[in-house]
């Protein structure tokens, strides 16, 4: 229990993760599920950014008296996991409007039925 609590951001964001990973499966209306997509991303990123974290650390610029330094690599890969999660996000909700445009719904399992009326 106590190792837990020691490591709050990483129980947290397993936490996380495991919403949003409910929220993807669970759901057949394809907007929550685009949002447990990111509700895992962000847990992820908090990961992260937390295992990358040393406490007492400077930012990485060489001054004098500092010596110990944060890793700036998993800041990096977050900010690169936060551009490119922003772009499929986007281009999964212009999907989403394009599907209900096509199949005014967005229950997944109706637009499968919908499709396959369509091809007969």
Same mark, same amino acid.
């Given at each position: ?44 990123? $908090?990961? /992260? ?9 400077? *930012?990485?610029? #060489? %001054?004098?008296? =500092?010596? &110990? !330094? ?6 990096? $890969?977050? /900010? ?9 996000? *986007?281009?999964? #909700? %212009?999907?989403? =409007?394009? &599907? !209900? ?20």
């Amino acid at each position: 229990m106590m190792a837990l609590l020691a490591n709050y951001y990483e129980t947290v964001s397993v936490i996380i993760f495991g919403i949003g990973f409910t929220l993807l499966l669970l759901n057949r209306n394809i907007i929550k599920k685009i949002i447990g997509f990111n509700f895992m991303d962000c847990a992820i990123y $908090l990961y /992260l950014a937390a295992k990358g974290y040393i406490y007492g650390g400077k *930012a990485p610029i #060489l %001054a004098d008296g =500092v010596e &110990l !330094y944060i890793n700036p690599i998993p800041s990096g $890969l977050v /900010l690169t996991g936060i551009v490119v999660s922003v772009s499929v996000t *986007a281009f999964l #909700l %212009a999907l989403t =409007v394009r &599907l !209900y445009y096509q199949y005014h719904t967005l229950n997944i399992e109706e637009i499968i039925e919908l499709s396959k009326k369509e091809e007969d």
